[in-house]
Nanobody, 126 residues
Framework: VQLQASGGGLVQAGGSLRLSCAAS????????IGWFRQAPGTEREIVAA????????YYADSMKGRFAVSRDNANNRSYLQMSGLRPDDTAVYYC????????????????????WGQGTLVTVSS
């Protein structure tokens, strides 16, 4: 599966952005989707993850209540709605995919994901 993330940009603190992850090559419904971010000099960290059917989600603590992950399997896309953005949210955001069985727990580290899109830069100004 090929992934392409988009929707990043420059936003003021407190603002919102919606990132999109478009999949091609295979149906996205076979994959858990994880959203990660990486700031300069840091490791790639998980932001959110969503199960194959969208029934189960995970958020890193600092994103709870501000970010929402969703997916549209019919259109082979996943979304990350970000609100209440802060300067420390500035990073390159990536979507990853891992093919799993339906009952598998959500993978939460970058090395658990098999496919990655190119990142999209989110810059939050103060």
């Amino acid at each position: 599966v090929q992934l392409q993330a988009s929707g990043g940009g420059l936003v003021q603190a407190g603002g919102s952005l919606r990132l999109s992850c478009a999949a091609s090559g295979r149906t996205i419904g076979q994959y858990v989707i994880g959203w990660f971010r990486q700031a300069p000099g840091t490791e790639r960290e998980i932001v959110a993850a969503i199960s194959r059917n969208g029934a189960t989600t995970y958020y890193a603590d600092s994103m709870k209540g501000r970010f929402a992950v969703s997916r549209d399997n019919a259109n082979n896309r996943s979304y990350l709605q970000m609100s209440g953005l802060r300067p420390d949210d500035t990073a390159v955001y990536y979507c990853g995919a891992r093919r799993t069985i339906v009952t598998a727990p959500l993978p939460l580290v970058a090395t658990d994901y098999d496919y990655w899109g190119q990142g999209t830069l989110v810059t939050v100004s103060s």
